[in-house]
Structure formats: C-alpha cells, structure tokens
C-alpha cells in the first residue's frame, strides 16, 4: 500500500527556518515525481513544485521559485521542503504528494494519485 | 504560467441530479506527442487531503465511481457527476500538468 506520511504541525515566529518531511512507503520513492501543494486558510490548492528523487530533479512554481527548496533523500526515501525565512503568510497547510506516472511512463510532472496527511504550518510572532 | 479558470465557483444541485463543473485553461494543454490532454480532477472534502478523481481528463481512477466522468479537449473541459450523492459534496478542482502545474481556483458543490 502506497503511503505519505508528512512530520508533525509546526508553530514558528516570522524569521525562523522550518524544514518539514514526507516520507514514503509501498512503492519504490525513487521512480515516481513528488511534489508540495500548499493550501492557505480557506483558500484553494497551489502547486508549488516536484521533485524526482532519482535523479534529484526539482522544479518549482515561477511564482514561489526562491522562496522555497524541495530536497529529497531516496536513501530513507523522504522528501522535504525547508524555508529559511518564514513568513507570516507561510500559513497553510502543506501536502506532500506522489506523481502518478513514473519516470519510464511520464518523464515530465504530473498528476498526483497518493497524498500525505498534510502538515499545518503556523507563522506567528 | 497556464492559467486554469473553473466555473462555476459554487454549485447547489439537488439530490440524484447531474452536477457539471466546468475547467478552461488559457492554452491548450493537449500534447501532439502523444494526442492526450494533460488534465487531472481532484474532490476535497474538508479536513481531509485532495482526492484524485481523473487523469488525463477523462480516465478515471480506480475505484472512483462511474457516476463521476470527464470530458473535454484543448482547452475546454468538464467534470459531470451523473447523478448526485450526498458523500459528493466537496470542493472539485482542476489541474493543468502540460507546462509546469496548476489548479483551478475550485468549485465547491453543495445538495440543494
């Protein structure tokens, strides 16, 4: 059984670094994009970008590229995305999700098919 | 960045009758490679993670039931729930994966 199982809430202060994890299980994590989608407070979903851990392969949305890096680490098969400089309007809630194609399939970004729990992350001073 | 604009926002339908959520992106997302248009669904239910429903617009996932389908081309498409449960309502979203990704801002669906 495919699983995403993302680390725990977080409450920070604007200027702190945050890294959260996705770690995945029941399918091989190097082959298949993983990829962050964020979700605001009553707000819609936004794609923020993927990662392929094979090869490390990241791409990120124009609008949040510099603001955010995805990693990965196909050895515990965790995927992460960190901030150096959080940000009030950091608060959202945070999805890891799997790519549904792999590579051999699909070479480029795709559809989501499995999702973590999300992880809610909270920037307040 | 393709922009992808769902219609309506928000949807009442009643109980048993047919539901159609509608998805335009501002540039065809169908791919001469391989003649597929590269367009998924998605249903939220709140406090849960997104759901997939359909990928590559109209191949719906397993174990996704049939009264959920989706149709379109290019850069008109549609999500059609043919008969309404109660357990549908949901947010529904649409999601462009032709050149980098997007969403569509959502449709939530409410029973009438």
């Known amino acids: 059984e495919v699983q995403l199982v993302q680390s725990g809430a977080e409450v920070k202060k604007p200027g702190e670094s945050l890294k959260i994890s996705c770690k995945g299980s029941g399918y091989s994590f190097s082959n298949y994009w993983i990829g962050w989608v964020r979700q605001m407070p009553g707000k819609g979903l936004e794609w923020m970008g993927v990662i392929y851990p094979g090869d490390s392969d990241t791409r990120y949305s124009p609008s949040l590229q510099g603001q955010v890096t995805i990693s990965a680490d196909k050895s515990i098969s965790t995927a992460y995305l960190q901030w150096s400089s959080l940000r009030a309007s950091d608060t959202a809630m945070y999805y890891c999700a799997r790519g549904g194609a792999p590579l051999v399939v699909l070479s480029s970004p795709n559809w989501f098919d499995h999702w973590g729990q999300g992880t809610l992350v909270t920037v307040s001073s | 960045d393709i922009v992808m604009t769902q219609s309506p926002d928000s949807l009442a339908v009643s109980l048993g009758e047919r539901a159609t959520i509608n998805c335009k992106s501002s540039r065809s997302v169908l791919a001469s490679s391989n003649n597929k248009n590269f367009l998924a669904w998605y249903q939220q239910k709140p406090g849960q993670p997104p759901k997939l429903l359909i990928h590559?617009?109209?191949t719906r996932e397993s174990g996704v039931p049939d009264r959920f389908s989706g149709s379109g081309s290019g850069t008109d498409f549609t999500l059609t729930i043919s008969s309404l449960q109660a357990e549908d309502v949901a947010v529904y979203y649409c999601q462009q994966y032709y050149s980098s990704s997007t969403f569509g801002q959502g449709t939530r669906l409410e029973i009438k």
């Open positions: 590559w617009a109209s």
